[in-house]
């Protein structure tokens, strides 16, 4: 676990605080066909391994948005909030993607807090940027500035 904050004080004393790195994740095709099917984008070069294996990429490649996606599974091995009353996803201020994210690589997310902002005398804003490392790759998949709302 990189971070654990039990108050508003605690968050803001963490900025620039390294939150380390997620466990592991395989990217299967299953996964990919699975997101084109909750999306409705069946573009090619995510679903068609034949069509795919011909094309720019040498084979099929996550959805940029499923890579996205996956921070929301990523978050809490980095970065938890405990004793709130609640918390929220708030948005994104930054994102994008460096690289693709080939069918069968093994990608990983890094995080930084960058900012903790007080809002009134019980909450904080958070925003941590996560990085979506690809194994063996020396550009990243994914980096979003990710907002989150904590309330004590």
Not at 61 to 72: C, D, P, R
Request: proline share 6%; net charge negative.
């Amino acid at each position: 676990m990189g971070l654990v904050f039990s108050s508003v004080a605690e968050a803001v004393a963490a900025v620039g605080c390294d939150l380390g790195h997620s466990d592991w994740l395989a990217i299967d095709q299953n996964r990919i066909d699975t997101f084109a099917r909750a999306t409705g984008d069946f573009q090619w070069i995510h679903v068609d391994p034949a069509r795919a294996a011909q094309g720019p990429f040498g084979g099929t490649v996550a959805h940029g948005y499923l890579t996205f996606s996956l921070i929301n599974m990523f978050l809490p091995e980095l970065f938890r909030a405990d004793g709130m009353k609640m918390g929220i996803n708030y948005g994104a201020d930054r994102l994008r993607f460096p690289a693709p994210v080939p069918v069968g690589s093994r990608i990983r997310a890094a995080g930084l807090l960058v900012a903790a902002e007080p809002i009134g005398a019980d909450a904080v804003q958070t925003t941590v940027r996560m990085t979506i490392e690809i194994e063996a790759s020396p550009k990243p998949g994914c980096v979003a500035d990710i907002l989150g709302r904590y309330y004590f």
